[in-house]
C-alpha cells in the first residue's frame, strides 16, 4: 500500500502532491514502483494536526481517485475519519476505507461502512492526532491493542460490515511512546494477526526510527528502519504494509520472499 497524500502538512511528503498534476503523476510512480493499493489521504493525521472540514478534504482526494481510475484499475484506498469523504471517494472508485479511528469519529460511520461495502481498515489510536503523542500510557500495549481491535471488529460486523471486508492496524506511532510501544508491539504482531483478520502494518518513516537510531533524525532518512519494520511485519504474517518508498520495500520484500522459499 502506497502513501499518497494530497495534503500541506502531512509529516513525511506534505505540500509536495498537493497540486493535482503533480498528485497524478505521483501515483503514476507509485503503480510503476510496484504498489498493489494507492492509500489517498486528503488530511494529515501527523501529531498535533488541525482538521480538515470534509468539503476541503473531498475537493482534495476526488480529482486524484477519478484520475487513477481514469488509467488504471489498481486498487483505490480513502484515508479518512469522515463517512462523507468516504462516500465521495468510493462514488469516484475506492473500494477501501482507511480510517484511522476504527469508524469511531462520526455516530454513522459504522452504518456507512456497511452500506458502502467497501474493505475497511480499522486502526487502534489512542486519543486523537492533535493529541495523542501527549502521554500515551499501557499496561500491557499488545493485548491493549488486541482487544481494542477486536471489539472493533465485533461493532463492524453487528453494524453489517462483512466479516472478509475488514482489516486491522496497530496503529504504530499512533498515541504510541516512540520506543516502549511501538518496539513491543512491532514484536507482537503475531498476537493481531491472530485475530484473524488481514491486517496492515504502517511503519514506514515513522519517528521510532529516528530514536532507536540518530541517523533518522527526519522522515527522509528512515528508509532502512522503515524496510526493517516492513520485514518484520511480513515475518509476523500481515498482509500488506503501508510505505511512502514502494520500490525499495517491494525489493526488500522479493528477497526476502524468495529467502523463505529456499527454506
Given at each position: 500500500?502506497?502513501?499518497?497524500?494530497?495534503?500541506?502538512?502531512?509529516?513525511?511528503?506534505?505540500?509536495?502532491?498537493?497540486?493535482?498534476?503533480?498528485?497524478?503523476?505521483?501515483?503514476?510512480?507509485?503503480?510503476?514502483?510496484?504498489?498493489?493499493?494507492?492509500?489517498?489521504?486528503?488530511?494529515?493525521?501527523?501529531?498535533?494536526?488541525?482538521?480538515?472540514?470534509?468539503?476541503?478534504?473531498?475537493?482534495?482526494?476526488?480529482?486524484?481517485?477519478?484520475?487513477?481510475?481514469?488509467e488504471?484499475?489498481?486498487?483505490?484506498?480513502?484515508?479518512?475519519?469522515?463517512?462523507?469523504?468516504?462516500?465521495?471517494?468510493?462514488?469516484?472508485?475506492?473500494?477501501?476505507?482507511?480510517?484511522?479511528?476504527?469508524l469511531?469519529?462520526?455516530?454513522?460511520?459504522?452504518?456507512?461502512?456497511?452500506?458502502?461495502?467497501?474493505?475497511?481498515?480499522?486502526?487502534?489510536?489512542?486519543?486523537?492526532?492533535?493529541?495523542?503523542?501527549?502521554?500515551?500510557?499501557?499496561?500491557?500495549?499488545?493485548?491493549?491493542?488486541?482487544?481494542f481491535?477486536?471489539?472493533?471488529?465485533?461493532?463492524?460486523?453487528?453494524a453489517?460490515?462483512?466479516?472478509?471486508?475488514?482489516?486491522?492496524?496497530?496503529?504504530?506511532?499512533?498515541?504510541?511512546?516512540?520506543?516502549?510501544?511501538?518496539?513491543?508491539?512491532?514484536?507482537?504482531?503475531?498476537?493481531?494477526?491472530?485475530?484473524?483478520?488481514?491486517?496492515?502494518?504502517?511503519?514506514?518513516?515513522?519517528?521510532?526510527?529516528?530514536?532507536?537510531?540518530?541517523?533518522?533524525?527526519?522522515?527522509?532518512?528512515?528508509?532502512?528502519?522503515?524496510?526493517?519494520?516492513?520485514?518484520?511485519?511480513?515475518?509476523?504474517?500481515?498482509?500488506?504494509?503501508?510505505?511512502h518508498?514502494?520500490?525499495?520495500?517491494?525489493?526488500?520484500?522479493?528477497?526476502?520472499?524468495?529467502?523463505?522459499?529456499?527454506?
Open positions: 500500500m502506497a502513501v499518497t497524500n494530497v495534503t500541506p502538512d502531512s509529516f513525511s511528503d506534505g505540500g509536495r502532491y498537493l497540486d493535482a498534476g503533480a498528485a497524478l503523476a505521483h501515483a503514476r510512480r507509485l503503480i510503476a514502483d510496484g504498489a498493489d493499493i494507492l492509500d489517498v489521504g486528503g488530511e494529515s493525521t501527523r501529531p498535533g494536526a488541525e482538521p480538515v472540514d470534509a468539503a476541503e478534504e473531498i475537493g482534495r482526494v476526488v480529482p486524484l481517485i477519478r484520475g487513477v481510475r481514469a488504471s484499475a489498481i486498487a483505490i484506498s480513502i484515508d479518512t475519519m469522515k463517512p462523507a469523504v468516504a462516500r465521495a471517494a468510493v462514488e469516484a472508485g475506492a473500494a477501501m476505507w482507511n480510517d484511522v479511528t476504527a469511531r469519529h462520526d455516530p454513522s460511520s459504522l452504518a456507512v461502512a456497511a452500506e458502502l461495502g467497501c474493505d475497511v481498515v480499522l486502526m487502534h489510536m489512542q486519543g486523537e492526532p492533535r493529541t495523542m503523542q501527549a502521554e500515551p500510557r499501557y499496561d500491557d500495549v499488545v493485548e491493549e491493542v488486541a482487544g481491535l477486536s471489539g472493533r471488529a465485533e461493532a463492524a460486523m453487528a453489517g460490515v462483512a466479516r472478509e471486508r475488514i482489516w486491522l492496524d496497530p496503529g504504530i506511532g499512533f498515541g504510541k511512546h516512540m520506543t516502549r510501544h511501538n518496539l513491543p508491539l512491532l514484536a507482537g504482531l503475531e498476537r493481531i494477526v491472530g485475530l484473524g483478520f488481514p491486517v496492515l502494518l504502517g511503519a514506514s518513516r515513522k519517528s521510532f526510527i529516528g530514536a532507536v537510531d540518530e541517523g533518522g533524525r527526519t522522515p527522509d532518512q528512515r528508509l532502512g528502519g522503515s524496510i526493517a519494520a516492513a520485514l518484520a511485519g511480513a515475518a509476523a504474517g500481515v498482509a500488506a504494509v503501508r510505505v518508498d514502494v520500490r525499495e520495500t517491494v525489493q526488500a520484500l522479493r528477497v526476502w520472499a524468495a529467502i523463505e522459499a529456499a527454506r
